[in-house]
């Protein structure tokens, strides 16, 4: 399944790495978001 990045808001390593927190490690969508902001 390929995404389409097209149109997007946040680079595609943000993205990819917020998907990767979420599934490999069941985290909410706010414990994602803390982590995020604190690696920059």
Known sequence: ???DSNGKQY???LIFQ???YYV???LS???IDEIV???G
């Open 1 to 3: 399944m390929a995404l």
């Open 11 to 13: 680079p595609d390593k």
């Open 18 to 20: 917020a998907v990767h």
């Open 24 to 26: 490999s490690y069941q």
């Open 29 to 31: 969508y706010l414990e």
């Open 37 to 39: 902001k604190e690696r």
